[in-house]
């Protein structure tokens, strides 16, 4: 079994709407969580880390489900410029353990 | 702060060749890791470090070998390079169990 699991999409919505990302973890000790972003041909970014009580920033909220062992992103009035691979990343014994990434188009 | 710096950028090696991966950091980060991304993939951790002197291996270390002599500095030696070793290689620091910072990657093609 996979450490992290996620849809790998692609995810095709029009410029406005909502879309949500759900990531599945298989290590029920793990502490930390995050959502990377990561453009084509280029090194992950951190997007927003998530927290037990779930956090927003701006257009992004994430969400953490411990007792079912998933992490969630929504990002809300989708941009052209959030065209992106998004990566969901979680903690465990002194390493992270990435998904393959959900991948989003944001259409006109 | 320059951040995590990776050097070369780009190689082509051949078959049987061996090199060394660069990577530095300047933010005093005691954690590193090496990971590779294959085309349309996640990333898989070769190795990793969590202090100079220490250093231990991730889900993929077949084929590679590091060191960490520095907190600065943690090179990725290829042995022996196989065609499965093409790849985009992204090194990462981190100051403790929370968000990495990488590299912009080194694409290496093994031919």
């Known amino acids: 079994r996979k450490e992290v699991e996620q849809d790998p999409g692609p995810f095709n919505v029009p410029e406005g709407a909502t879309v949500a990302f759900n990531c599945t973890y298989s290590?029920?000790?793990?502490?930390?969580f995050f959502w990377y972003r990561q453009d084509c041909r280029k090194e992950p970014k951190l997007l927003m880390s998530?927290?037990?009580s779930g956090n927003e920033d701006g257009r992004f909220t994430a969400q953490l489900n411990r007792a079912s062992q998933y992490i969630s992103l929504l990002i809300r009035d989708s941009k052209l410029s959030d065209s992106a691979t998004y990566l969901c990343?979680?903690?465990?014994?002194?390493?992270?353990?990435f998904g393959s990434g959900t991948k989003l188009n944001v259409k006109p | 702060n320059a951040g995590v710096t990776q050097t070369p950028k780009f190689r082509i090696l051949k078959i049987g060749q061996s090199m060394t991966l660069q990577c530095a950091q300047d933010m005093n980060h005691n954690y590193m890791y090496w990971y590779r991304q294959d085309p349309g993939m996640g990333l898989k951790l070769i190795y990793y470090?969590?202090?100079?002197?220490?250093?231990d291996k991730g889900e993929v270390p077949n084929g590679y070998n590091v060191s960490r002599s520095t907190t600065e500095d943690f090179p990725l030696r290829l042995e022996l390079a196989a065609p499965s070793q093409t790849s985009v290689y992204f090194c990462?620091?981190?100051?403790?169990?929370?968000?990495?910072?990488f590299g912009p990657g080194t694409r290496l093609t093994v031919t």
């Open positions: 990343v979680v903690e465990g014994f002194n390493k992270f353990y």
């Open positions: 998530v927290y037990s």
């Open positions: 990462a620091s981190s100051p403790r169990l929370v968000e990495q910072y």
């Open positions: 470090s969590v202090g100079a002197g220490i250093t």
């Open positions: 290590n029920s000790a793990s502490q930390s």
